[in-house]
């Protein structure tokens, strides 16, 4: 407001100071008499009335408007300075978020997620009804008049175009869960779980087994561990170290000690290549490798498939990932501080089987749990149960499996992580109040695999290999 007074007076005042400077004033007329020699003039005096106090004003608001201009300049300098910083920032903040545009792109809130959504129910529709039919029960019948009740709420949403889509995922989500835990399970997978203590695991010893790497310390990433499959036929004591010589990201070798003696002063080791090099669809990508019985079981490069290698008969058996959009090439690996490279797919052995552990797009990133079984007679690996968590894959340093129980690490320092996280898939339900402290000897843990026949939990430390005693 006082900027724009100023500007309305200002040409006054310059035009006022201009006459006087050239002494020009507007022409004066002058009546005289001539009468002596003197001559008596009359002179318009409104011609002379000057506008003294609006000139002082105007001069006044000139240094004001002078005063708010230079703080004008300091604010556009001040700016000048800030802008960088803050493009830097909102740069920063973009590139944070990108990884989660996903959640845009599949459109939480879309006609088309419901569309998803309601194909999804029928597909658990059908499951339960599998099931139910398979053992009626009080829990298959409730599940059913769940679902029931969900569908009139989905359709009742196509109709009503009343949105609470995430509720309704959430539902869907913990009876699909339910559903998973209520399918029969093979009399084999019951008779091992009755090795498996009743409740969580409730501390976590120092290492019992640290050694560094057979390969030096120069390659960070890795898994490594013993013969997880109690009374295997084969590799009955077989300890193994699988280095990812590539970009600390893919391995095509794995190398097998016949005993913990052996493994300890690195003898008679035996090394199997699993494929012809570390870009081959059969090579490992990734910390995630398990021996189990006869063969070792990893994710296959580049893909969202599993690999079995068999060690008698050399030859990669694979099987594919469940789920909408499984995450590979670093989408979603373990990421809590610094991330795991390529640890977006992980491979389990607990007391009741084999496991992958991964994350989808269709479960938002979220850790997905599926069981494996290889059945010996027509060669092929299969995905029999598949169950999903709310746990963001990407906030945790790294997960195992213990009797059909998920757990999940957070990274606490440099020399500590802590298990913060259990799932059980017995009952689809989850607890993230846990705290059982773990030291390491450096700060990256590329992979951590809980290995039934001795309760101990192995992990790849940067470039050593340590074995924790578990307790429950
Ligand atoms: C004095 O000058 C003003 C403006 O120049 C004019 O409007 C006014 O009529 C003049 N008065 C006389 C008495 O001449
Ligand atoms: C954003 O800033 C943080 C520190 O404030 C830094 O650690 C991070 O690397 C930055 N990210 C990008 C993508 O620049
Ligand atoms: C739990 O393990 C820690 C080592 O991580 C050990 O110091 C502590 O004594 C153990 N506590 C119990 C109750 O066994
Ligand atoms: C296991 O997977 C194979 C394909 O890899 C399929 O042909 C077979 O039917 C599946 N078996 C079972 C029991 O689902």
Redesign the pocket.
């Known amino acids: 407001m006082s900027l724009l007074l100023t500007l309305l007076l200002l040409p006054l005042g310059s035009s006022v100071g201009s006459s006087a400077r050239q002494g020009e004033g507007?022409a004066v007329?002058v009546t005289g008499h001539q009468q002596t020699d003197a001559c008596q003039c009359?002179v318009?005096?409104?011609?002379w009335l000057f506008p003294v106090t609006a000139y002082e004003a105007a001069l006044q608001n000139t240094g004001s408007c002078q005063a708010t201009l230079d703080s004008v300049q300091e604010n556009v300098q001040l700016s000048g300075q800030h802008l960088p910083r803050i493009q830097a920032v909102i740069q920063n903040v973009t590139a944070r978020l990108q990884p989660f545009l996903y959640l845009n792109d599949g459109g939480l809130y879309t006609r088309l997620t419901l569309q998803q959504l309601s194909q999804e129910l029928s597909q658990l529709e059908a499951n339960i009804d599998t099931i139910h039919g398979q053992q009626k029960n009080g829990q298959t019948r409730k599940l059913h008049k769940q679902v029931a009740k969900l569908r009139q709420d989905v359709d009742q949403m196509r109709i009503g175009n009343i949105i609470n889509i995430k509720t309704m995922k959430e539902t869907l989500r913990t009876l699909k869960n339910r559903a998973e835990s209520c399918k029969s399970i093979p009399k084999d997978f019951r008779v091992q779980s009755q090795s498996c203590v009743k409740g969580l695991m409730t501390n976590i010893s120092e290492p019992v087994v640290t050694k560094v790497s057979p390969f030096g310390k120069s390659l960070i990433a890795g898994s490594w561990g013993k013969q997880a499959m109690q009374d295997s036929p084969v590799e009955t004591t077989s300890y193994w170290v699988q280095p990812l010589v590539n970009s600390n990201s893919w391995g095509n070798t794995v190398r097998v000690y016949p005993t913990l003696a052996d493994f300890l002063t690195s003898t008679k080791h035996h090394d199997y290549n699993l494929a012809p090099s570390h870009s081959h669809p059969d090579a490992n990508d990734g910390p995630n490798a398990v021996m189990y019985g006869g063969a070792l079981y990893y994710h296959c490069y580049r893909s969202d498939k599993i690999c079995r290698y068999d060690f008698a008969t050399k030859t990669v058996v694979r099987v594919t990932l469940p789920g909408i959009e499984v995450g590979y090439n670093n989408r979603f690996p373990y990421c809590y501080y610094v991330c795991s490279t390529n640890s977006d797919v992980d491979l389990e052995v607990d007391e009741t089987g084999l496991w992958a552990l991964y994350a989808t797009s269709g479960n938002h990133g979220n850790l997905v749990i599926s069981r494996l079984e290889w059945h010996s007679k027509e060669k092929t690996l299969n995905v029999t149960h598949t169950w999903e968590t709310r746990l963001f894959k990407k906030s945790v340093s790294n997960a195992f499996m213990t009797c059909g129980v998920l757990y999940a690490t957070r990274y606490q320092s440099k020399v500590s992580e802590e298990v913060f996280y259990a799932f059980d898939t017995a009952t689809g339900r989850d607890d993230n109040t846990l705290s059982l402290p773990m030291e390491k000897i450096s700060q990256g843990m590329a992979s951590l695999s809980y290995n039934p026949t001795d309760r101990r939990l192995y992990m790849y430390n940067d470039g050593y290999l340590l074995a924790y005693p578990t307790h429950f």
Not at 44 to 47: G, I, T
């Open positions: 507007p007329r009359r318009n005096a409104s011609m």
